[in-house]
């Protein structure tokens, strides 16, 4: 049995052509739609595994409440939707600290083309935290 081939870049695709009653059912009838789905697949894959680490410093914080901070991150659109995670990179127990608190005071992302907007509804960080953007 022939395999479809892994393609090197695949791209997500929203759509695919559907089956109908004209269509012959030979293999090439659905060898594309096999290889949308596989194409789809392999995309997700890799997309899931990808991780970028951005850091939110305690100097950039801008408004008086909400407090929000805007961070360039390549390859990030408007539609992603990364999980987040805190990142302890302290040097000891009270910078650690310090930054579990400041990534704690942040309520939500929101993603744009090639940035990451972190908001703090309520209280602005006072310390430098680093996050991890998985699915990017």
């Not at 059912?25 to 680490?53: G, H, I, V, W």
């Amino acid at each position: 049995m022939a395999k479809l081939p892994i393609t090197e870049n695949p791209r997500f695709s929203e759509t695919m052509e559907a089956i109908t009653t004209q269509d012959r059912a030979e293999p090439k009838t659905f060898d594309s739609r096999y290889q949308t789905l596989l194409d789809n697949d392999n995309y997700l894959c890799r997309k899931m595994k990808s991780r970028k680490n951005i850091i939110f410093l305690a100097t950039g914080w801008t408004g008086n409440g909400p407090f929000v901070q805007t961070v360039n991150v390549e390859g990030i659109t408007e539609e992603d939707t990364p999980m987040t995670a805190f990142v302890d990179d302290g040097n000891n127990e009270t910078e650690s600290k310090a930054k579990g608190r400041a990534y704690g005071c942040i309520t939500y992302f929101d993603s744009g083309d090639g940035t990451v907007t972190a908001t703090c509804k309520y209280k602005k960080p006072t310390a430098d935290c680093t996050v991890e953007l998985k699915g990017v």
